[in-house]
């Protein structure tokens, strides 16, 4: 007798067909039952037929990959040394409570100009310069903590050499050399402030509130912004708290978005929401 899931049969089978498989859960991984032979060895190989599989539930939208939805992305921080023709700086980010070295080295013999530029704005700021000695082919230009404006963000520090350096001092372009760096807020570099909403989808009209932790002792600023047009719709400080609440009403249903900036303009932590009617 030779028996398989199907049933049993008196005579030797030569092939078999599997019984139907049906799906009912709601898993997206399938196994195929398993198939059993009880019998005498036949005198030429069996063969089976697998079934189609019929499914009986509802059809399941494949898990997206990458951020989750109302997930805070933290901007990174450029890290490690830099150096170019003649500077260089120990880390390509510091704070505003750290001292900022630049090393210069192999200047030619020529009396020149150390400045250090924000970039943050429309036009590039002069906001420091040093001027280097022509039998002084190198040296550090260092500035203490906090004696550097709050202007966070995008730095140049660039050299250049008498006299083309004298026909725009306040252009980087103009300078021989150029090296850059991003400035941060003090005691912010390693911040990760984070966001939890009230409810995790938001409509239209309807109040929510925002909480928001881990930020740093600096009067932070979160900031909503209505991303088809860029428009700021609302802002708020945290008066250097590390945690608080924000009671929040959006009247048009869209794509939002929550910026944060620890200290001056540079943007440190973005998340999205969206508002449903």
């Not at 890290?79 to 409570?97: H, N, P």
Request: charged share 20%; aromatic share 10%.
């Amino acid at each position: 007798m030779a028996c398989y899931q199907g049933g049993c049969f008196e005579s030797l089978i030569t092939e078999a067909t599997m019984p139907p498989l049906t799906y009912t859960g709601r898993s997206q991984n399938f196994t195929m039952p398993l198939l059993s032979y009880i019998g005498t060895k036949p005198a030429i190989p069996l063969s089976f037929t697998m079934p189609e599989l019929s499914y009986a539930g509802r059809t399941l939208q494949e898990t997206p990959q990458g951020r989750p939805t109302n997930a805070m992305e933290i901007v990174p921080l450029p890290k490690g040394s830099r150096q170019s023709t003649y500077l260089s700086i120990e880390d390509a980010t510091f704070a505003r409570d750290e001292t900022l070295r630049i090393t210069y080295s192999g200047l030619p013999a020529k009396s020149g100009t150390l400045s250090l530029f924000y970039l943050g704005e429309s036009k590039p700021i002069r906001t420091a310069w040093f001027y280097t000695r022509a039998d002084k082919s190198e040296g550090v230009f260092e500035r203490e903590g906090t004696s550097l404006p709050s202007l966070t963000g995008p730095w140049k520090a660039c050299i250049g050499f008498a006299p083309d350096i004298s026909v725009n001092v306040n252009a980087p372009e103009t300078y021989a050399d150029c090296i850059d760096f991003i400035l941060v807020g003090q005691n912010t570099r390693t911040a990760t402030p984070s966001l939890a909403l009230s409810t995790p989808e938001p409509r239209a009209g309807r109040a929510f509130t925002v909480n928001w932790s881990d930020f740093p002792p600096v009067n932070a600023s979160i900031a909503l912004v209505y991303l088809d047009t860029d428009k700021l719709i609302a802002r708020t400080l945290t008066s250097s708290h590390p945690v608080g609440t924000w009671d929040v009403t959006i009247d048009q249903a869209g794509r939002y978005e929550f910026q944060i900036f620890l200290e001056g303009n540079a943007l440190r932590a973005r998340m999205p929401l969206e508002v449903i009617k």
